[in-house]
């Protein structure tokens, strides 16, 4: 196992970029859950949810901040174009 100490700065970046998008991605996901929540359930059951899912996402948006810090703005990275044929 590589260490922190190990990785090269642009590797670290790298492994930002990809961890903030996969952060967006999964608060997009919880996100359509609540619209579908809201649409679907009613009552009691649908507050109970709601509230889950905004602790998700108050967990997801937190992390997404802490990390976010890390990043350094000079560096330049497409995730869709890293990643396309």
């Known amino acids: 196992m590589l260490?922190?100490?190990q990785m090269t700065d642009p590797?670290?970046?790298k492994l930002l970029q990809v961890a903030l998008t996969?952060?967006?991605i999964?608060?997009?996901l919880?996100?359509?859950t609540i619209a579908e929540v809201n649409q679907e359930m009613r009552s009691l059951e649908k507050d109970d949810r709601l509230d889950k899912l905004d602790l998700q996402i108050q967990a997801i948006a937190a992390d997404y901040d802490h990390?976010?810090?890390y990043v350094d703005p000079n560096f330049k990275?497409?995730?869709d174009q890293e990643y396309s044929e």
Do not use: A, G, P
Request: a negative charge; proline letters at 0%.
């Open 11 to 13: 590797d670290f970046q």
């Open 67 to 69: 990390y976010s810090q």
């Open 26 to 28: 999964r608060r997009t």
């Open 30 to 32: 919880v996100e359509n």
């Open 3 to 5: 260490t922190k100490t």
């Open 22 to 24: 996969d952060l967006t």
């Open 77 to 79: 990275l497409d995730i």
